[in-house]
């Protein structure tokens, strides 16, 4: 591909955040990500700007003012309730030849991993998946993008000088959200969905909201997570009342547990499950399988909770629990229950 | 229906490590594996295949050695197989990787569905399946858990999402990505893998491929890594809580309430 000269590179000013709308409301992925985009706008002198494309959302852009957004962009159309790649993708391409950000930086959900990649193909530009990093270059000023990869094993660092925008996705609750500023303010540009970018060609026939399914690993700030140990469904039981005795807290599963069927899928953390990265992981009779550690070693604070002292699990946890959890999880939560 | 089933070698992640002189990747010795998420992907293409007839081939980009994924593949069904080799593709990132694969798929021709795993275990991008949606120009939907329907002309599909699920359709040629909910892969016959030993699998180059070679390998990646290192260290030492299990519960409480985590 050729490479910008750098007269074309400094055509492309901002740092911009694709934001994340779920059942018409903008997650909190988004306020991170706006308070990171705010970092990398000062070191650059430009802005922040968000693109909120979404269906009924009147009103709610504005609230990323506080969040350090300079101006927020909103395709409000019936025709974005539900998530269709190939339109967003050609508004995303069409804003980005229009306006011309410099960085454009977006959640590493399930829509977002499936529309940068798309976005970036079709813009010719390099994209770094969830990076856990951001920073400028202080040299040349390029985007330097911080990941790890062969499952938190290594990080790698990545750049893409020789094109513009630079593109990133970042986990949820990777970056810290920002104290709001109710003072700041900013402007609202408005964005029509033109016909040419629906694709009449797909069509979304239902959406679901199920419990089945909707596990929301990456937005928890507290995982309790369950393995062999469990015993069976019941076990789960005792760990889902744990984890609504704690604030914040969603229950995981080891893939033994979720291949004897005691749990669905959705909760499977590990290498063919979900990689988490929560503040705190409590690992309940999970032996530590490698395929397991590396979907969430990266947690902060690890606590397992066995009846063996010598798995790997309890090795590398920073807290080491030696007993009987079906005897210490209830008193636990006889105990919260209680205050 | 004809269907391209994309598939990577990896590295096994518990052998990934750092040479410290070099800053590299010690791949010498480790064993390479199917990536896990494309085994659903292979028993996918079969099952479908098997509804509709026609064929399924499995497509890969990787050095020589990969050819014993796509051994594999076929050791489960898959009808054939072609390898992406050649020094030209080395150091691809997933913007050339995906444009590799779409050139592939465009000569293979007249392919109906392309299935990818949803991602990679040493890559982790999840990006190449969309890439060669975007590059093909076609539709795609990623986090499949079910095909629920197929025909010639279209597909339904159920997809995974942070909210629950939700079921699209949408008109063929496209690309889909699956997770491991869609199948329980199946274990290879003594047939199967006896075709896997005997059956010929076509390398091939950027020229047969049509590739412009702007766009592959290091030069048509743009993204450059700039710097490889091991992560931080975790900690330093475990902190070990034995006794009954009130002591265990009551110690583990404490430690749960100096952190505000209750």
Known sequence: MIAFTDTEKKEYRNIWVVAEILSGEIQPVTHELTGAARTLADLRKSEVWVVVMG???????????????????????????????????????????????????????????????????????????????????????????????????????????????QMATVRPRVMKSPEPDPGRTGRIIKEEMLTSDTEKIKQIIDVFHSTETAVNLADAQIIISGGRGMKGPVGFNLLKQFAERVGGAAVGASRAAVDSGWIPYAHQVGQTGQTVQTKVYIACGISGQIQHLVGMQSCDLIIAIDKNPDTPMMQVADIAVVGDLFEIIPEIVREITNL | MKIVVCIKQVPATNDAKI?????????????????????????????????????????????????????????????????????????????????????????????????????????????????????????????????EEISSSSIIVKRMHEDGYDICKMSLPAVITVVKDINTPRIPSLKGRLASRKCEIPVWKPDDIGADTSKIGLDGSPTKVVKIQPPPPRHTSTKKIEGSSTECAQALLRELRLRSIV
């Open chain 1, 55 to 165: 269906s009924g959302i009147e009103g709610k852009p504005e609230s990323l003012f506080a969040y350090g957004a300079d101006v927020a962009i909103v395709v409000d159309n019936l025709g974005l309730s539900g998530f269709v790649d190939e339109t967003e993708t050609k508004i995303m391409k069409r804003l980005i030849v229009k306006y011309k950000p410099e960085v454009v930086i977006c959640g590493a959900t399930t829509r977002g991993r499936a529309l940068m990649p798309r976005v970036a193909v079709m813009t010719n530009c390099g994209l770094t998946a969830d990076c856990t990093g951001l920073s400028i270059d202080p040299e040349n000023g390029d985007l330097l993008q911080t990941r790890p990869a062969f499952g938190g094993n290594i990080m790698a660092t990545i750049r893409c000088s020789n094109h513009r925008p």
């Open chain 2, 19 to 147: 040479d410290p002189k070099t800053k590299r990747i010690v791949r010498k010795g480790i064993k390479a594996i199917l990536n896990p998420f494309d085994t659903y992907a292979v028993e996918e293409g079969v099952q479908l295949r098997d509804k509709f007839e026609g064929e399924v081939i499995a497509l890969s980009m990787g050095p020589p050695k990969a050819k014993e994924s796509l051994r594999e593949a076929i050791s489960v069904g898959v009808n054939r197989a072609i390898l992406l080799s050649d020094r030209a593709f080395g150091g691809s990132d997933t913007w050339a990787t995906s444009y590799v694969l779409a050139k592939a798929i465009e000569k293979i021709g007249d392919v109906n569905l392309v299935i990818c795993g949803k991602q990679a275990i040493d890559g982790d991008t999840a990006q190449v399946g969309p890439g060669i949606a975007a590059h093909l120009d076609w539709l795609q939907a990623t986090y499949i858990m079910a095909v």
